[in-house]
């Protein structure tokens, strides 16, 4: 690898101060030469390629260093890095209002080179340019002014938001008997203080529980205390952040926030988005109301009552699944270790993209769980990128799945490539005594989501950092993870890896079958849940939106015929209205996207090297450097539709386009 890798293993604050504000210091002095350069001598070079390269300090601080705020074991050192994760963020917004730097811009764009700029090199030209667009360098300057103050409020405001969820602590304490339904080996793995056993928020105990614990009482309670998460506080900082984003949308002359954000993605406007969702709402709903039968049925066969409320939905599920299918999903768990789900998946993708993954034993990391790789080209030796693979849980580190950016991959100008590097945090369970970590079957599709995201991230080939492989328009990105998901439903696939973990035996042929016929269970039900998270977050950024976020809520809710838990605001830890606002559609519009992209796969077969090296060639490799329509169009060799996308949801598809692309 290239020298510059990060040196995890020996970071401490104040050697985490030192970094960042060196690459603050790195940045500053390449901006001042970038400005000092007369207006008659601006070129592409010392202009746009130099504030690249004048950045890229910056970049990697908010990448590589800041990922600390999520993981560093020690918590001063999480403490630091959330602190420079919120002054980095500021820095980059002033960046976007620099005067100076954009008359330097605005030089260059004057100049007879720019008028014959082509490719990568006209397309950033175009964004940047509409990125002060878009930060009102059209309006006056007391104007920009305060655009400014209103971005960097909404750092401070996510960091803020983002921090409380990360240090929630709740759950309930119950004894062995109310634990009726979970197996020994989920309830060996929980706290206990004499009698009682805590049964955490924490996604590896949480939905295990809500899937198996026969009593619904105990499932609601667990469910409103997170809905809780992040409390009344977080509330607060929501709706502020609503406030701030609304006066930013009217001061650029938007109606809304979620036309101000959407404007630049594949739905163009707010309109075209709520139109995506209400359509989709329509077709789903009466696969729904078939689910909610099936579940009642399967919730009276265990229970004796057909009455069955949101924090049933998961126990009747598993019960259908059990009954109709003969799958339990912890008794599937048993066929798929950790290690060997790792294994079967980068053996898939060398099979299928030509690379080869090669763990590094020595690499400086930030805990001892953590596993390192780099990937080289299947007929070469040299390493072209690495990532990184912190997949269990611990006190203090972010409790998710999310796949992370440490360094983009950019054409240099000695003529090499930066390498990528890419960080996948997972809270997978544990392997405790005598037996390993066992995934879910819906924990196997997590990670391949999340490798999806990790290879889009590590195979670019854009010759700029600012089309660089997941920097692509919010809904497209999640289509080439949620493309890599179909895998772990392909029966050739799962024949390849999954194994009992203790006798080596195969995943039994019946078991498989009726884990794939069970794919659509509750599938109506769980695509009516996203459609109301999307239909929540436009709500909230919309022209009419009232200002009271759980007003709003219930209203979604009932849209939806959801219950609204009295007492409880799920919106407080709804990470996602943060940093992906007005966005949460685009899951739902990827989604569309990667189904049908997959069509090529299951006309060839999942394991076809020259499909496969096609598709890394023209969609991840190309990253944002061109239109997401485009790219799924160029593979397709057709314009995408929707068919597969409700194919693979059980309905029954109609020849009007849903999604137009």
């Known amino acids: 690898m290239n020298p510059g890798l990060p040196d995890y293993s020996s970071l401490t604050p104040a050697a985490l101060d030192e970094a960042c504000q060196g690459a603050i210091d790195a940045c500053q002095a390449g901006l001042a030469a970038i400005v000092s350069v007369p207006a008659d001598q601006r070129t592409y070079a010392n202009t746009l390629l130099a504030l690249e390269e004048a950045q890229q300090p910056v970049a990697l601080a908010s990448g590589a260093w800041a990922l600390m705020a999520d993981v560093a074991v020690d918590e001063d050192l999480r403490e630091s890095a959330r602190e420079w994760k919120e002054r980095l963020g500021r820095y980059t917004v002033g960046l976007g209002f620099d005067e100076e730097l954009y008359r330097a811009v605005r030089e260059f764009a004057d100049t007879p080179e720019a008028a014959t700029l082509s490719g990568e090199e006209a397309r950033l030209l175009e964004h940047t340019l509409r990125d002060y667009r878009r930060n009102g360098f059209e309006l006056a300057a007391g104007d920009r002014r305060r655009l400014r103050l209103l971005f960097e409020e909404l750092v401070e405001l ?192 060398q099979e299928v993209l030509a690379v080869r993954f090669a763990e590094v034993a020595d690499a400086p990391v930030w805990h001892p769980d953590v596993q390192v790789y780099d990937i080289t080209e299947a007929d070469g030796d040299e390493p072209f990128a690495r990532f990184y693979m912190d997949l269990w849980p611990r006190q203090g580190k972010y409790k998710h799945a999310a796949a992370y950016v440490l360094r983009t991959g950019r054409a240099l100008a000695d003529g090499s490539y930066q390498q990528p590097l890419a960080a996948i945090v997972a809270n997978f369970t544990k392997p405790a005594a005598g037996q390993p970590s066992l995934l879910r079957h819906v924990e196997v599709c997590n990670l391949f989501h999340e490798f999806g995201h990790v290879l889009h991230d590590t195979l670019t080939r854009t010759q700029r950092a600012r089309f660089a492989g997941t920097a692509t328009e919010l809904d497209f990105v999640e289509a080439p993870s949620q493309m890599l998901e179909h895998w772990c439903w392909d029966p050739a696939v799962l024949r390849r890896f999954a194994r009992h973990h203790a006798t080596g035996a195969p995943l039994p042929e019946e078991l498989l079958a009726g884990m794939v016929a069970a794919r659509n269970t509750g599938s109506g039900l769980a695509t009516l849940m996203q459609v109301f998270f999307a239909s929540l977050d436009l709500a909230y950024h919309s022209p009419d939106f009232d200002g009271d976020t759980t007003t709003t809520l219930r209203k979604i809710c009932d849209l939806h015929g959801l219950t609204h838990l009295e007492g409880t605001h799920r919106q407080s830890s709804f990470e996602h209205l943060f940093g992906y606002e007005a966005g949460y559609y685009g899951y739902l519009w990827s989604r569309a996207l990667a189904d049908d992209m997959y069509t090529r796969f299951q006309a060839a077969g999942p394991l076809d090297p020259e499909l496969g090296l096609t598709y890394r060639r023209t969609v991840l490799e190309r990253g944002g450097s061109v239109d997401g329509a485009r790219l799924v169009s160029d593979f397709l060799g057709r314009s995408p539709d929707h068919r597969a996308f409700l194919r693979n949801l059980g309905l029954v598809a109609d020849p009007d386009p849903l999604l137009k692309a």
């Open 158 to 349: 996510e960091s803020r938001f983002m921090q409380a969820i990360a240090d929630w602590q709740d759950g309930i304490e119950v004894g062995r008997e109310e634990l009726d339904g979970l197996p020994d080996s989920f309830i060996e793995g929980l706290q206990r203080d004499g009698d009682r056993y805590r049964v955490s928020l924490d996604y590896p105990e949480y939905n295990p529980f809500m899937a198996n614990a026969r009593s619904s009482q105990l499932r609601r309670e667990l469910m409103e205390r997170n809905q809780r998460t992040g409390g009344q506080e977080n509330v607060a900082r929501l709706e502020r952040a609503i406030e701030v984003r609304t006066e930013i949308a009217h001061t650029l002359g938007y109606d809304s926030w979620a036309d101000y954000v959407i404007e630049p993605r594949m739905a163009g406007n707010h309109q075209t988005a709520q139109a995506f969702l209400d359509d989709l709402r329509a077709k789903v709903a009466v696969k729904a109301v078939q689910d909610l039968v099936l579940l009642a049925d399967a919730n009276e066969a265990a229970l004796g009552t057909r009455e069955i409320e949101l924090w049933d939905h998961s126990f009747a599920a598993n019960q259908l699944k059990r009954t109709s299918f003969a799958v339990d999903d912890l008794e599937v768990a048993a066929y798929f270790p950790l290690q060997a789900c790792l294994d079967g998946l980068f053996e898939l993708m």
